[in-house]
């Protein structure tokens, strides 16, 4: 396996930058005027790793699609402004750097709009980072169908053996699972056991953790 022909594949929220919180909060306020109230469990069970389109589908099934975009589009602009301060996630622009020496891909693969994600690679400084970037308003199904992470090695020219994932995310470990990729969990928002039993081959709480380092020397020795 050549470093040439490989890449990495990290999913946007909670797995680059933890904004788990800064969703939460967005939620919360736009559901409170509709007398819902958005904790954590709730959050994790029907919002956490979910296409927008789907969230406000299960929540208000009685909204038009025009309105439920409308909604939609709503939370997100109170997303961007709540998350302002968004640091990346311990120990990525180190592992960024470490796939730029070895000659890695990158890519970015998330169910999150493009607004979003323009806005928070401005913020992080990314913006050159990631190709391709995968959008899962753009696959034929979001995560957590496999469609996205297909889309990406198929752009890449890649097989599944060839590539690794971070996700941070139920939906997103199933779609990269599903998709045959080699799994890592990030348990920035769901308990580590959880992430293990979604098929992640790992658990690490960041991008810091001594056993991910070791698989990836592991990989440079084979390389």
Same mark, same amino acid.
Request: some cysteine.
């Given at each position: ?20 919180? /800064? ?30 389109q789907h969230i ?62 323009? /806005? ?54 199933r779609s990269a ?17 959880t992430l293990k ?27």
């Open positions: 396996m050549g470093f040439k022909r490989f890449c990495l594949l990290f999913d946007l929220d909670g797995t680059i930058a933890n904004t788990d919180r /800064f969703h939460m909060q967005a939620w919360q306020q736009m559901l409170h005027d509709y007398h819902i109230t958005v904790d954590e469990i709730f959050y994790r069970q029907h919002i956490s790793g979910k296409k927008n406000v589908e299960q929540i208000f099934p009685e909204l038009s699609p025009e309105a439920g975009e409308q909604l939609a589009k709503q939370k997100e602009s109170l997303f961007r402004q709540l998350a302002t301060q968004i640091k990346p996630l311990a120990g990525l622009l180190e592992l960024l750097q470490w796939t730029k020496t070895q000659g890695l891909g990158r890519s970015l693969v998330t169910n999150a709009p493009r607004d979003n994600v323009d /806005f928070m690679l401005n913020l992080l400084n990314l913006t050159e980072t990631f190709s391709p970037i995968i959008l899962g308003e753009e696959a034929p199904a979001p995560k957590p169908h496999p469609d996205p992470y297909l889309m990406a090695l198929e752009k890449l020219g890649l097989s599944p053996k060839e590539a690794i994932v971070f996700e941070d995310s139920l939906t997103g470990i699972v599903a998709a045959g990729i080699q799994t890592i969990g990030i348990a920035s928002t769901h308990e580590p056991n039993n979604e098929g992640a081959t790992m658990v690490v709480a960041d991008f810091t953790d001594s056993q991910l380092w070791a698989m990836l020397d592991s990989l440079t020795n084979r390389a």
